[in-house]
């Protein structure tokens, strides 16, 4: 069934389809009509769901910190200083091998402050421990999110699904809607090898000493060094049900151009409509769109660029006295893979400014040109 | 090695309850409300019936304490109410309206009990009002044959003769009364010690004499003999006994603060008269119950106080000058009240067709001319005649108790107890042992909504009456005050599991129960303590 519904409503429709069983979520903008939905469809009855009300996302997380070592689907969703809040529970829920699954609706960090959209509170989260997704459609929301409890309750990794607030959260798209019959045989109940039973007790997640520490923080490294293979074959079960699927790098006529632009959320379809308006004037400019910070897809990333391609970074987020994250992570991968070339760092649209069409081709006109800073931020549409 | 940091094995050997130092032990405490009751109501009792809708149950349990629920629903001064939790947080728990919703449910639709047969133990109640009428109600569904003696031509004492209708309607009064004298030979117009005496009362086992106090305490004043100075306690006699009397547009004044002076008053007003009430103390120190003082406050009655009479004359036409002086409050005196002290020189008069004098009452007791009795105003009839020793139970207004209807409800029920006891040969049980009675300090507040108090008391009674949803939703507000209100509060929020539901509440397993003490703050009405190891 095809809808126009909003980025929100999309997510909320997943954790319906997907039979979460208990969420619990405190309000913050513009993450706020998630759990408004949510909290009707579980008080209608439509989802036979435990919502639990809290006084703060600290408290939400470690609800279902709680709820999920018992063996049932949670689910949670947030924003900026919200998603700061959770930072201590995050890394229990991870470590702890919980797979909960949680939308952040990205909203740049105060102060000063502001409701408005950048990626700094998810990329702020990258050590967390939790697998971490970047859509730019409504409809990519609410496949990403049913995949997600999958893949999360495959690898024992919680699992984060980003995008950007109001640019799609609170955007209108037609949606096709999947049917709860083929989401159930998708995605059965969670089958929880290690779960909270009274009768009978185990210590969970108790003291551990040096000698056995490090060793689950290895189990969890290797989870995440499987992550990509099992998210490969979710997403290829998924296309066989739903006949829609993802790459963790999304590649826009980049095989054969000259200027290769990376990109990720709402951004990156800003960027395909330049690229695709450049292209009608017989330009050599391509997009690739990532999916996922973590784990970060370097193998599929280096296998997309083809030397001596010129290639850009756009980040709508930053760590000061660094730059953007993506950007780090991008060298960080291609230098692994033996990639000698230049990668330029392009900020842009922190704090919901918006990044246009003039902006991207303006970013294009310096790869090609060459008049980019390479070893330096090239700062987009700053009036400093 | 498991992906996660689990213990390999059932971790049920690591007894925590090892750990402990302190121990959570539900242990109910008095609720206020119980614990202020005159006639020894389980208040929180029938309240928590009420809350799942058992009226019948509500019915049950609160005649088991008091025979005369739609009565005391409409006269008792509810000290539960004053002594509520939740009286300061909000609004206490309307008693009274839920008194009189399971009292009037009772009347339309409490099943006919047949009464046990008589097991051939008679006893001998004197007296009809509400000490005497609990005495008989408990006696005879004990199988005890009980005749009651009343010198009035009907039952109730002061119920039928003293409370005025429009704070007791007749037909309740007379439908509760019918239930409470079913099985019971009822003798009326017979006044102890003129009508009978002791010799008709050899042949029973016991006596209990409840006579009430019915004489006018007198004002000790110049002219308070002369024809228009009246008992105020005569003047509502008379008007419960139906006698016209009119007082229409004639200048009454009434003496007194008690609730004689105050129905007086009233009353008075209410047949046409203009009525100034007289109090040699302030509002604040009027004996009077509190509910009573502000209806009184609210009608056209004219209020003195500070004052007090120091003479009566009467003119040839009959017009009555009544010389009054001024008071001021000086110590305290014996009752704790501050005493008035007369304003020397600051006599003034006031002019009146009638003047009641509702200062207080006694009772008489003249058909003991032996009885003695105690400085504290108790009476001591054990010397009275030795065909009556040890046979004699006293109760109602001959007690040194506040004069209340509940005050005698309790004691009548009590009185059975003890006369049932005595039949039995055994000693009398005390079943009401007091532990320790549950305060505010006992109530996690926490737990609780504020409602806004006006709002919510003008819904409820609208109409002067609970429906059975609003009586429920009364109900719901009550806190449970000491009592386990089986909310699983403690069994939720235990981490160790170690409360179990049981069939009567809970218990706790104290091989796990580490003693952190979380049940009992999380205890919404303080029925569960921590005592130290």
């Known amino acids: 069934m095809r809808q126009v519904i909003s980025g929100n409503e999309a997510a909320s429709l997943a954790v319906k389809l997907a039979r979460v069983q208990v969420i619990s979520a405190y309000p913050i903008t513009p993450q706020t009509t998630i759990a408004e939905k949510l909290s009707e469809i579980c008080g209608s009855g439509e989802l036979a769901a435990r919502f639990v009300r809290v006084e703060s996302e600290h408290s939400a997380m470690s609800t279902l910190i709680g709820a999920a070592s018992t063996g049932v689907r949670t689910f949670t969703a947030t924003s900026a200083q919200g998603l700061a809040l959770m930072h201590e529970p995050l890394f229990w829920a991870s470590g702890a091998r919980l797979p909960i699954v949680m939308v952040d609706v990205n909203r740049a960090m105060a102060a000063p402050w502001t409701i408005w959209c950048d990626q700094t509170d998810s990329v702020a989260q990258r050590d967390t421990g939790w697998l971490q997704f970047y859509c730019w459609s409504n409809q990519e929301i609410i496949d990403t999110v049913i995949c997600a409890f999958k893949i999360a309750e495959k690898l024992l990794v919680p699992c984060m699904v980003c995008y950007d607030g109001f640019f799609i959260s609170h955007t209108y798209e037609p949606v096709e809607i999947p049917e709860q019959k083929d989401v159930d045989e998708f995605l059965p109940p969670r089958n929880a090898e290690y779960k909270l039973d009274t009768e009978n007790p185990h210590t969970f997640s108790g003291g551990t000493l040096p000698n056995y520490f490090m060793e689950f923080r290895y189990k969890l490294q290797r989870a995440f060094e499987r992550a990509p293979e099992v998210i490969a074959r979710v997403y290829g079960e998924y296309v066989q049900c739903f006949d829609r699927t993802y790459d963790s790098v999304e590649s826009y006529a980049a095989d054969d151009a000259d200027a290769v632009l990376v990109a990720s959320g709402s951004a990156a379809s800003t960027v395909w409509h330049t690229v695709k308006a450049l292209r009608d004037q017989g330009r050599k400019v391509g997009l690739l769109r990532i999916r996922q910070l973590r784990p970060f897809p370097a193998a599929e990333l280096a296998a997309k660029i083809h030397p001596p391609q010129r290639i850009g970074v756009l980040d709508r987020n930053l760590s000061p006295g660094t730059g953007g994250v993506f950007t780090q992570e991008v060298r960080a991968a291609l230098h692994r893979d033996g990639h000698t070339g230049r990668i330029h760092e392009f900020i842009a649209g922190l704090g919901g400014r918006d990044i246009t069409m003039n902006n991207i081709i303006d970013i294009y006109d310096r790869l090609e040109q060459k008049t980019a800073n390479a070893s330096a931020i090239n700062w987009v549409g700053l009036n400093p | ?533």
């Not at chain 2, 109760?395 to 029920?413: E, I, Q």
């Open chain 2, 1 to 533: 090695m498991p992906e996660l940091a689990v213990s390999s094995g059932s971790m049920s050997w690591n007894k925590t309850g090892s750990w402990r130092s302190s121990t959570p032990l539900h242990i109910d405490k008095t609720p206020p409300c119980n614990f202020n009751c005159p006639a020894g109501e389980n208040i929180r009792g029938y309240i928590d019936l009420l809350k799942h809708y058992q009226t019948a149950e509500a019915f049950e349990l609160l005649t088991s304490a008091n025979p005369l629920p739609a009565v005391c629903g409409r006269v008792c001064f509810h000290p539960c109410q004053a002594h509520c939790n939740r009286h300061g947080f909000d609004l206490a728990i309307q008693v009274r309206l839920l008194e009189k919703f399971i009292g009037d449910w009772g009347l339309e639709q409490a099943p006919t009990k047949p009464l046990p047969q008589t097991s051939g133990r008679k006893v001998a109640v004197i007296g009809a009002g509400p000490a005497g009428l609990a005495a008989a109600y408990y006696l005879r569904r004990k199988g005890v044959a009980v005749t009651m003696y009343d010198d009035h031509a009907l039952p109730g004492g002061i119920l039928e003769y003293g409370i005025p209708a429009y704070r007791l309607e007749k037909d309740v009064l007379q439908a509760e009364l019918t239930r409470v004298l079913t099985g019971i030979e009822f003798h009326p117009g017979m006044k102890f010690g003129r009508d009978f005496d002791i010799g008709a009362l050899v042949e029973y086992d016991a006596v209990f004499l409840a006579t009430g106090a019915h004489q006018s305490k007198r004002l000790h004043i110049e002219g308070e003999n002369i024809p228009g100075v009246e008992s105020g306690l005569g003047f509502l006699q008379q008007l419960n006994s139906g006698e016209k009397i009119d007082v229409q547009s004639h200048n009454v004044l009434v003496i007194g603060g008690g609730n004689t002076a105050c129905d007086v008053a009233r009353s008075a007003y209410r047949l046409g008269a203009h009525v100034t009430l007289l109090y040699r103390r302030t509002e604040r120190e009027m004996p009077a119950f509190a509910e009573e003082i502000e209806q009184l406050r609210a009608e056209p009655i004219h209020c003195e106080f500070l004052v007090a009479p120091e003479r009566i004359t009467r003119a040839e036409n009959g017009t009555l000058t009544l010389t009054a002086i001024r008071m001021k409050l000086g110590e305290p005196d014996e009752s704790g009240r501050a005493r008035p002290v007369a304003i020397e020189g600051s006599q003034f008069t006031l002019i009146a067709d009638r003047i009641f004098a509702a200062i207080g009452e006694d009772p008489d007791v003249s058909f003991f001319p032996n009885a003695q009795q105690h400085d504290d105003g108790e009476f001591d009839f054990s010397g009275v005649d030795a065909r009556l020793a040890g046979k004699l139970f006293v109760g109602g207004d001959l007690l040194p108790n506040p004069r209340t209807v509940p005050h005698a409800v309790g004691s009548g029920r009590l009185a059975a107890e003890k006369i049932l006891a005595q039949l039995r040969g055994e000693p009398l049980v005390a079943h009401d042992c007091v532990v320790e009675v549950a305060g505010p300090e006992d109530i996690n507040y926490r737990y609780f909504t504020r409602i806004n108090a006006v709002k919510w008391q003008t819904g409820l009674a609208a109409g002067g009456a609970l429906s059975e949803q609003s009586a429920h939703a009364e109900a719901e507000r009550c806190f449970s005050c000491g009592v386990c209100s089986k909310c699983d509060n403690c069994f939720n929020f235990c981490p160790d599991l170690a409360v179990i539901k049981s069939a009567g509440g809970y218990q706790v397993n104290l091989e796990y129960c580490k003693g952190c003490g979380i049940c009992a703050a999380e205890c919404p009405g303080g029925s569960l303590r921590m005592r130290q190891q």
